[in-house]
T-cell receptor
Framework: LAKTTQPISMDSYEGQEVNITCSHN???????ITWYQQFPSQGPRFIIQ???TKVTNEVASLFIPADRKSSTLSLPRVSLSDTAVYYC????????????FGQGTELSVKP | NAGVTQTPKFRVLKTGQSMTLLCAQD?????MYWYRQDPGMGLRLIHY???????AKGEVPDGYNVSRLKKQNFLLGLESAAPSQTSVYFC??????????????FGQGTRLTVV
């Protein structure tokens, strides 16, 4: 499984754009990059997934450079409700079914 | 559509007692997972299953057993609870990876306290 490295925590203010970068230097050719969001006292929920270049949905954008050794989750104009832990995962399902979470990035949005 | 449902939501056990946590999914998913999350920590994989009748060890399997007798259910058992097993337990499920990508759906969690 490709190991991922994320910042432990980040602070932001309402209305700002937040970018969380995840490093995954040993990503395999067939691996996808998936981000989950976890609010306090809730289970994680899927927010975005990509393989290369850029992916955008109603919640976030995911930027993946050509070498795929890192990825950046971008949250536009954050609000207090975006305060959560964000996890970056690489591979998993194509490796025997294991789905391993790292430490995640705790994002705190202040008024 | 209920998704992933965990039973119970809360439980207090005495040291040495046993209990079973139930996870049920109605999405016909092949893969199911049990995680534990301690305060301020990430999720750690306890056991997982890639199909009915199969189970496999995750990162922290000691002290737990699992069974997947039916595709929609994944049971997590504690034979002799210890205070170190005080945690929030999450179940998740996902469909079988056919195109190398996938997403997991999580339950609402079970808060277990062992005294």
């Amino acid at each position: 499984l490709a190991k991922t490295t994320q910042p432990i925590s980040m602070d932001s203010y309402e209305g700002q754009e937040v970018n969380i970068t995840c490093s995954h230097n040993n990503i395999a050719t067939n691996d996808y990059i998936t981000w989950y969001q976890q609010f306090p006292s809730q289970g994680p929920r899927f927010i975005i997934q990509g393989y290369k270049t850029k992916v955008t949905n109603e919640v976030a954008s995911l930027f993946i450079p050509a070498d795929r050794k890192s990825s950046t989750l971008s949250l536009p104009r954050v609000s207090l409700s975006d305060t959560a832990v964000y996890y970056c995962l690489v591979g998993g399902f194509n490796q025997g079914g294991k789905l391993i979470f790292g430490q995640g990035t705790e994002l705190s949005v202040k008024p | 559509n209920a998704g992933v449902t965990q039973t119970p939501k809360f439980r207090v056990l005495k040291t040495g007692q046993s209990m079973t946590l139930l996870c049920a999914q109605d999405m016909n998913h092949e893969y199911m997972y049990w995680y534990r999350q301690d305060p301020g920590m990430g999720l750690r994989l306890i056991h997982y299953s890639v199909g009915e009748g199969t189970t496999a060890k995750g990162e922290v399997p000691d002290g737990y057993n699992v069974s997947r007798l039916k595709k929609q259910n994944f049971l997590l058992g504690l034979e002799s609870a210890a205070p170190s097993q005080t945690s929030v337990y999450f179940c998740a499920s996902s469909s079988e990876a056919k195109d190398l990508d996938n997403k997991a759906f999580f339950g609402q969690g079970t808060r277990l306290t062992v005294v």
